[in-house]
């Protein structure tokens, strides 16, 4: 079993920054890829980011360019660091954990966070 705490969200204008943090809990976590999705209200919860055991790194074509996840083994932790956001980057922000590879698929994730806000004001 994994634990997964997201934190970081808030209210930020356009053109701001926000970093999302992920802790994790459980079973060894540099075993796991790890994905940032979100949702927003009435869409499908959509990939964003996604991190591998070895540190490769995929991002949606939405956020190429603005957002950049990382990860501190030694701290069980991933971030997401979300640059020149924008209304439309508003949403629930969910960590995600999978063994092996990365998936751009949240049905293949099995591991969640609670979620986290973030909301992007024109």
């Known amino acids: 079993q994994v634990q997964l705490v997201e934190s970081g969200g808030g209210l930020v204008q356009a053109g701001g920054s926000l970093r999302l943090s992920c802790a994790t809990s459980g079973r060894t976590f540099n075993n796991y890829a790890m994905g940032w999705f979100r949702q927003a209200p009435g869409k499908e919860r959509v990939f964003v980011a996604g991190?591998?055991?070895?540190?490769?790194?995929y991002y949606g074509d939405y956020v190429k360019g603005r957002f950049t996840i990382s990860r501190d083994n030694a701290k069980n932790t991933v971030h997401l660091q979300m640059n020149s956001l924008k209304p439309e980057d508003t949403a629930v922000y969910y960590c995600?954990?999978?063994?092996?590879?990365?998936?751009?698929?949240?049905?293949?994730?099995?591991?969640w966070g609670q979620g986290t806000q973030v909301t992007v004001s024109s």
């Open positions: 995600a954990a999978r063994l092996a590879y990365i998936s751009l698929s949240y049905a293949t994730y099995e591991y």
């Open positions: 991190i591998s055991r070895n540190n490769s790194t």
